[in-house]
């Protein structure tokens, strides 16, 4: 299956195309947000704290006078820096160890898959936390943690697909040929292996935008003046007394870019693998 | 068979707990801040750091502390906490009431609201309901949990004062205060498994719905409830069963914000506040026994797996 | 998979107007209360009036909770090394002597004392006072307690003058000291005047710190780590009537917002550790009223190393100092309820020097920076975690600094790490950090500034200074140690700025339930809950 097909394919999966429009969107703004925002947003204003929503200030100002709009712009800036973390590092480090686990087989293959197992049975957002403790703390650091909690999911994925393709016929038939292990690896499991992967991929954005905002929710992520949508929120959750607004714009944010990430991911499934529409 | 099963599960559970509790191990003493000076306060003076570090065993190579840890651990001493002095096992087990009790009330929700809502939108195709129902599947999963954690104390505690923003009571304390204190913190972690189980059910069920045996009961003059409560709910049920399993686990995860935004002394706040601390005796116990959880849980899944699919072999 | 389109657009709109509502009805209440709020501001300012003018007769009975943003580090007194720590010993035990809103000395166990020369204090010790196990407390408890204050496992500095404790009969001690300070007697109202049960030390070891007994108002019930606190009522304490409440309950609370709810749905009576940015919408609530000390002790301040480069550089010091604007920080930062700070002490301390006065002169301090010769000026500040001012504090500062031409570098870590760092290893450039109070001037200078203490990183200091130091804690009469303090305070932070630029006061902030009565703000952040009791 040609990656053109998957795309004409995953094109008529309406929501989810609007999704990867979105994303792409986003990563645009993500790019640009230092140029476009309309304010600092790190620029205090004391005269105008707390302001409502209005045109110079589309969503209203913080308790030191911080433009909101511009906030939640640059938080979206952290937002895509997590997830590609998130996506690069296990793609980068899990999946390969994923395949030459699965490949090699026997007693290193059990060896890598009880690590595998024990990394996982740690509830992820403690582990994320603890290695970024250990790292110190910082969004960066906040993020490789990110990217290492998610290794597991990519290297047991990249595994099980590399066991399912070694027996195929063709890669047999490519092994006798005297074709070497690694080229076996790139010519045939890493083309085979790659739309699952995609599929996790996209949904890891998710889970890395979650992450990320709970992280700096507690302290242990963005650091002022880095803005993030979980140290905002935190933030104004200390001010729902004052202005209860606050706290629904870096949510909403969050909540958007997660559930494009998943939509994303079901659409890609169902562009891969068509017998997956319900 | 099946004791065959269980041995070869038990089997894989000690390198498992092995290699985890090696990595919490380095992990935690790779953090900077000893936990020594906290200790010394004003009075952390290098000669004192020392002398301190020597008395607690903390000057040593990682590998010997790991040894020393463990060779105590198997005996079933798992050490005391840096700080306060408390025995690791039963700091662990008394937070543990807590957030079992939290975290099997957020499953009990994110399992019963699931099912109601995946077979009203089954039952409903297309109508608002329907809608409804796939409303929460998709924004239960996206929101932050701390996030609808403040909505819900916004609304309910501040607003209608229903529910009490913070604190736990225990269930044997008093049944109606835990009902109380436990409902607005375990919605909030239930939000994301209410979403996936509605999400998962719902299309299983609906390809249960067009199976040959529902056609069946169908044509037999059945009528749509029953055909879904009676054939189509047990076999809908089985891929959900792996989702409730994970999503257990997950919630026990989530209870590390949750926990300290309801200020609920559970699991959760314990480990946060050990790796603030850098406690590691009390870290190490947290993890060794959620994994065990996770275990154990992952082995209960299996049986009632087991339950609903006799074909299931070992 | 779904087929979403009309289902998602729903959704979104569904979202929306939840969301809306939620909003909505509350800013429309916050905006009703405001109004009410003027008048009912007002109203708190009389009551508070009338409760000091009247005194109503305290009620016995009832409960109190108190919502904590942290649990303490240790009960027992010598392993305790946090200043936080004290609103839990207090209840537990008592001191020889005690301080009261205003740092002067009161009895405590020591009915009365006196200086029979410079290098002797005697205590007369009040008689019939029993710990919570029933044993006596005697002049030997008292030596039993300060010779445990002095021992190897001891974390207290502050009594290492006192070099015998001699029985004089069995209520009477007398202390003998190697050098005359001044400090000792005040020292004696915190953690080195606390006196724990000798029978229950000696009984438990190790465990005492996990059941406490002292001879205070209150017993230790229970404890869970993070958790929760509980105490009860001291039937035999020997104030008559004290204390009135049959149970004290500390709630462990970390999220300021947390504790704020809890106390507007009722769930805590008092909560402590509140920013002055919550009390407008505080002001606001129902029955809640506020309760602050005079003057806190309290203060945010840039600590930094003299011993590494740019700050062993004193124009380069003072070219800091003088760039700070307090001022605006003040008012950014504490909402009115702070005050600039120009010395380590507050500015109507006794031992503050009111004429003491850093002028804001971004000018002054260019040419300071010139004259000092260092090129390319920047440094690194150190930013803890656990700290209600940061970053913002932070942010103000780096970006004052950058006015006159200095780089600041910012890094945070968690508080023990950054205490680490820059304290224990000495291997930061500077801090973002602050002073907590103590009762008597020479206490602070012994932690803070002379050049063996912890917290003077670059142990800078100068033969004169010393000298003043010492001659400032070698007389017991007030005026005199006053004056001299002005003038180390101003050696300290203005001429030779020696290793703290005091930026502002830290304001302490609780918030009551209205039935609360009979609790007093501590300017030390140390306040107790001894004499608290309950309207029905």
């Known amino acids: ?278 | 068979m099946f004791t065959k099963y269980l041995l070869r599960r038990l089997i894989y559970v000690i390198p498992t707990l092995l290699i985890t509790t090696f990595v919490v191990f380095s992990l935690i003493l790779l953090i900077p801040g000893d936990p020594v000076v906290a200790l010394l306060g004003e009075n952390a003076t290098p000669e004192k750091i020392a002398q301190l570090q020597e008395q607690m065993g903390l000057n040593k190579p990682i590998i010997i502390q790991y040894g020393d840890w463990l060779l105590n651990a198997v005996q079933g001493d798992l050490g005391r906490s840096l700080f306060t002095g408390e025995p690791v096992f039963d700091a662990v087990i008394g937070r543990l009431g807590v957030t079992l009790q939290l975290v099997v009330i957020s499953t009990i929700i994110s399992v019963s609201f699931g099912m109601l809502f995946a077979v009203i939108s089954v039952y409903f195709p297309n109508n608002l309901l329907d809608y409804l129902a796939r409303f929460v599947s998709i924004v239960g999963a996206s929101f932050p949990n701390f996030w609808i954690a403040m909505l819900l104390v916004i609304l309910f505690s501040l607003h209608l004062g229903w529910f009490p923003s913070t604190g736990f009571t225990n269930i044997t304390d008093n049944p109606g205060g835990f009902l109380k204190t436990v409902m607005l913190p375990a919605i909030s972690l239930g939000a994301i498994g209410i979403a996936v189980i509605t999400r998962h059910l719902r299309s299983s069920l609906l390809e249960v719905m067009e199976s040959d045996y529902v056609r069946t009961a169908y044509s037999k003059g059945n009528s749509r409830w029953k055909a879904i409560f009676s054939h189509g709910l047990r076999n809908a049920m089985l891929p959900v069963v792996t989702t409730i399993g994970i999503g257990f686990g997950n919630a026990i995860g989530g209870t590390v914000v949750i926990e300290t935004i309801f200020a609920i002394p559970g699991v959760g706040q314990l480990a946060v506040n050990a790796i603030l601390q850098r406690d590691f005796m009390i870290l190490q116990g947290v993890i060794l026994i959620l994994i065990m959880l996770v275990i154990i849980i992952n082995f209960i899944t299996d049986i009632i797996y087991a339950i609903l699919d006799p074909r299931i072999e070992y | 998979m779904f087929t979403f389109k009309k289902g998602l657009i729903f959704s979104l709109m569904l979202l929306l107007i939840l969301l809306f509502t939620v909003g909505c009805s509350e800013s429309n209440e916050s905006s009703n209360n405001q109004d009410k709020n003027d008048t009912e501001a007002e109203e708190n300012t009389e009551d508070g009036d009338t409760e000091k003018a009247e005194a109503k007769a305290p009620q016995a009975g009832g409960e109190v909770v108190v919502g904590v943003a942290g649990d303490f580090i240790n009960l027992d007194p010598i392993l305790s090394t946090s200043g936080d720590d004290y609103p839990f010993v207090w209840g537990i035990y008592d001191t020889l002597v005690t301080y009261n809103s205003d740092l002067e000395i009161q009895p405590g166990l020591a009915e009365s004392w006196e200086f029979p020369d410079d290098t002797s204090i005697v205590l007369q010790l009040k008689k019939g006072v029993k710990f919570h196990d029933g044993t006596d407390f005697d002049a030997e408890a008292v030596k039993f307690n300060i010779e445990r204050a002095n021992s190897e496992d001891s974390v207290i500095p502050d009594l290492r003058h006192v070099e015998e404790v001699e029985i004089i009969d069995t209520h009477t001690v007398k202390l003998h000291l190697s050098v005359p300070d001044a400090s000792i007697l005040l020292a004696l109202t915190e953690r080195p005047g606390l006196i724990a049960s000798p029978a229950a030390i000696e009984k438990d070891g190790e465990e005492f710190q996990r059941n406490p007994v002292g001879t205070g108002p209150f017993k230790f019930v229970s404890h869970v780590p993070n958790g929760e606190l509980v105490y009860e009522k001291n039937e035999d304490y020997w104030k008559e009537e004290e204390p009135y409440i049959d149970k004290l309950i500390f709630k462990v609370m970390q999220q300021e917002t947390t504790r704020i709810n809890a106390l507007k749905s009722g769930e805590v009576d008092i909560i402590a550790g509140i920013s002055p940015f919550s009390v407008d919408s505080l002001e606001t609530a129902e029955n809640i009223k506020l309760e602050m000390p005079n003057s806190s002790h309290r203060s945010k301040a840039i600590v930094f190393n003299a011993s590494m480069p740019p700050f062993d550089n004193l124009k380069f010091r003072q070219a800091v100092t003088h760039a700070i604007d307090r001022d605006i920080i003040v008012d950014t930062l504490t909402n009115g309820y702070g005050e600039p700070l120009y010395q380590i002490f507050p500015n109507d301390f006794w031992a503050a020097d009111p004429d003491l006065k850093i002028e804001y002169d971004p000018e002054k301090a260019k040419q300071l920076l010139e004259e000092s010769g260092v090129e390319d000026p920047s440094f690194t500040m150190l930013i803890s975690q656990q700290d209600f001012y940061e970053p913002m504090f932070t942010d103000i500062i780096t970006e004052q600094l950058a006015k006159i031409g200095i780089t600041v570098e910012t890094e945070t870590m968690e508080g023990t790490a950054a205490y680490q760092k820059m304290w224990a290893e000495k291997e930061s450039q500077a801090m973002s950090s602050g002073t907590a109070g103590k009762p008597d001037p020479h206490l602070l200078m012994e932690i803070w500034v002379i050049a063996d203490s912890f917290f003077n990183a670059g142990e800078q200091t100068t033969p004169e200074f010393d000298e003043l130091i010492v001659a400032a804690n070698s007389t017991n009469d007030q005026a005199e140690r006053a004056k001299l303090y002005h003038e180390i305070n101003r050696k300290q932070a203005l001429d030779e700025v020696v290793n703290i630029i005091p930026v502002m006061s830290v304001p302490i902030i609780y918030v009551l339930n209205d039935k609360v009565h009979g609790f007093t703000a501590n300017g030390l952040g140390k306040s107790n809950f001894n004499s608290i009791w309950i309207e029905e």
């Open chain 1, 1 to 278: 299956m040609s990656i053109k097909e998957v795309f004409h394919r995953f094109k008529q999966e309406r929501i989810a195309f609007i999704s990867f429009i979105f994303l792409v969107m986003l990563s645009v703004v993500a790019i640009f947000a230092p140029f476009i925002v309309p304010y600092d947003p790190n620029q205090q204003d004391l005269v105008n704290v707390l302001a409502n929503p209005s045109l110079s200030h589309w969503l209203g100002t913080d308790n030191l006078g911080k433009d909101i709009f511009s906030q939640v712009m640059m938080g979206t800036r952290t937002a895509i820096q997590a997830s590609i973390f998130a996506i690069l590092i296990p793609l980068f480090i899990g999946v390969p160890l994923g395949i030459m686990a699965g490949y090699i087989g026997g007693l290193v293959d059990d060896i890598f898959m009880r690590i595998i197992d024990a990394i996982m049975a740690i509830p992820g957002i403690l582990l994320a936390l603890g290695i970024t403790a250990a790292l110190g703390i910082s969004l960066w650091n906040a993020m490789i943690a990110i990217g290492i909690v998610s290794i597991p999911q990519f290297a047991r994925l990249a595994r099980g697909q590399t066991l399912q393709i070694r027996t195929e016929p063709y890669v047999e038939a490519a092994k006798i040929s005297g074709a070497g292990p690694l080229w076996t690896m790139y010519k045939h499991i890493i083309p085979n292996i790659l739309p699952p992967i995609l599929v996790q991929a996209s949904v890891n954005i998710s889970f890395a935008v979650l992450t990320e905002t709970s992280l700096s929710f507690l302290g242990m992520g963005a650091q002022s003046p880095q803005i993030s949508w979980g140290s905002m929120i935190e933030q104004a959750y200390s001010l729902i007394n004052l202005n209860p607004w606050l706290i629904v714009y870096p949510g909403i944010a969050t909540a958007l870019t997660v559930m494009a990430g998943n939509f994303v991911g079901d659409g890609l499934r169902v562009a891969i693998d068509p017998k997956l529409k319900g």
